[in-house]
């Protein structure tokens, strides 16, 4: 601290120090200097207490510096040239070169490191980050040239204990913003980390202590991960105490393909969750689907109920309707017939669900080849699937592999942030019930190819309900069929757009 101070020595006319319970002689040398000295109790993260600081200045221009940085006398004097000859420039980015146990490390990805930290009091402020705050300045940032010495660790002392303490903070931060972490993650982590400084970055001509920072590098990364992972687990609910397990819906749409649907049911049998029940809408099929419907729900212990309605054209959201009339859950999950669900398709979707979000799936597309072969079996084995899917990929018969054997957990990188087309299938959706009939459901008077599945989407976003994705988590292995009358496409999506304009008030 003493050493820091020093070297502002001509420089400052005001020096702020913000201290949370520093138990060395931090406060009398700050005295010494002068300094305005704030002793908050709580320790915010190293972002917000920045602020705190920011508060307290009242000269134009503001330097901030850690206790473990130094001006050089070069530095100091460019600096006072540059606050006086700096018409356009509000922020300035300053080189520093570090210190690592007995060495200034002049490669290993540390060397240059600008950092902003001089600018004009009121046009920046510091992130709110626990650790590895930023600043965010308005405006434009131009670069100094001489160096701010930074003396950051002293030895490998230093280096555990920070390690320990940001691996914790960095772990602490990612948790609040919904990522996740798994020992795979914190070791492949931990690696690229240590490649990456060591080979990449040239750290080996940093001789031994280019290694020791690699090392430690890559120790940190992997403690963040494990710890993340760790937190993570610890805020998953204990399996034996009490939770809600809300009943849910699954909506089947289907038209004159018992084959497929067959399939379709029999995988939906076969779930791990079995907290569900299964409406058939069908939108007017012949005889033959009622008898697959009859001979699933005969040997199924999961409630299967055929709601039918004539054949008059393509009305699916007619159907569709009826079926979340029919249905006795809360929580509504839409597939198509010509689709087969994983067996933790339900679990899955049930994991994602959320008040005041809807999920919109994907799928994994079969080859005609291969659904052929499906069909023609009238079974299904999930596990005998899996065991062939490398070989199925090759061959050009199934176009995702990964989505079939990763699942990713929930978070913020599932939200969408506004309104887009892409990804809306309604061969895979979810929502509320209470969502659904707030907006009235489906809307019928689209009929054919209409885009039914973003008109509902939509609605559900502009009646306040965000929108997720279930990639990654909830796909549906879709059997090919040829591309059904898509010759209203156009006219369909220009009405919908009009739809959107009008509902925005853009009409």
């Not at 669900?353 to 072969?373: M, V, W």
């Amino acid at each position: 601290m003493a050493d820091c101070l020093a070297s502002l020595e001509g420089l400052a006319q005001q020096i702020v120090v913000v201290d949370t319970n520093s138990s060395d002689r931090t406060l009398e040398i700050a005295k010494t200097y002068g300094a305005v000295i704030s002793q908050p109790a709580d320790w915010p993260g190293f972002g917000p207490q920045k602020n705190r600081a920011l508060e307290l200045a009242t000269e134009e221009w503001v330097l901030s510096l850690d206790a473990d940085e130094r001006l050089t006398p070069a530095l100091r004097s460019e600096i006072l040239t540059a606050i006086h000859h700096s018409a356009n420039v509000n922020c300035f980015a300053i080189p520093r070169l570090s210190w690592f146990c007995g060495r200034f490390i002049r490669h290993s990805g540390w060397t240059p490191d600008y950092v902003d930290r001089l600018f004009k009091r009121g046009s920046a402020r510091f992130s709110d980050d626990l650790v590895h705050e930023r600043l965010i300045p308005n405006g434009e940032v131009a670069k100094l040239q001489n160096p701010l010495l930074h003396f950051s660790f002293m030895n490998m002392t230093q280096v555990k204990e920070k390690m320990e303490r940001y691996s914790s903070d960095s772990a602490k931060q990612a948790f609040l913003k919904g990522r996740k972490g798994s020992p795979m993650q914190a070791f492949f982590h931990g690696l690229w980390a240590f490649i990456r400084t060591y080979i990449v970055r040239l750290g080996f001509l940093d001789g031994p202590q280019g290694i020791s920072l690699a090392v430690a590098n890559a120790q940190g990364s992997y403690y963040r991960y494990i710890k993340l992972w760790r937190l993570n687990q610890a805020a998953q609910p204990n399996q034996n105490s009490p939770k809600e397990d809300f009943k849910i819906s699954v909506i089947v749409a289907t038209y004159n393909w018992p084959e497929a649907l067959k399939l379709c049911l029999l995988s939906l049998i076969k779930q791990t969750d079995s907290n569900f029940e299964i409406i058939v809408a069908d939108d007017g099929s012949g005889a033959p689907t009622k008898a697959v419907v009859d001979q699933i729900a005969a040997q199924s212990a999961i409630r299967i109920e055929h709601v039918w309605q004539e054949d008059d054209g393509c009305r699916k959201t007619l159907i569709a309707n009826r079926g979340i009339a029919a249905s006795q859950g809360s929580y509504l999950i839409f597939i198509d017939g010509d689709c087969i669900a994983q067996p933790d398709f339900v679990s899955q979707h049930r994991k994602l669900a959320q008040k005041n979000y809807l999920i919109t799936g994907s799928r994994i597309l079969l080859s005609e080849r291969l659904t052929k072969q499906l069909l023609q079996l009238g079974l299904w084995n999930f596990s005998d699937f899996k065991k062939n899917i490398l070989s199925y990929r090759m061959a050009g018969d199934i176009n995702k592999v990964l989505q079939l054997i990763v699942k990713r957990g929930d978070g913020h990188w599932r939200n969408f942030k506004r309104f887009v087309w892409r990804r809306i299938k309604g061969c895979n959706m979810a929502c509320w019930k209470s969502d659904a009939l707030a907006i009235g459901g489906f809307d019928e008077s689209l009929v054919g190819w209409a885009h039914e599945d973003a008109d509902f989407v939509f609605r559900l976003e502009h009646h306040g309900i965000h929108r997720k994705s279930g990639s990654w988590s909830t796909e549906v292995i879709h059997l090919y069929h040829r591309v059904r009358d898509q010759s209203l496409n156009d006219v369909s999506i220009e009405k919908l757009n009009a739809k959107i304009r009008k509902m925005r008030g853009l009409t």
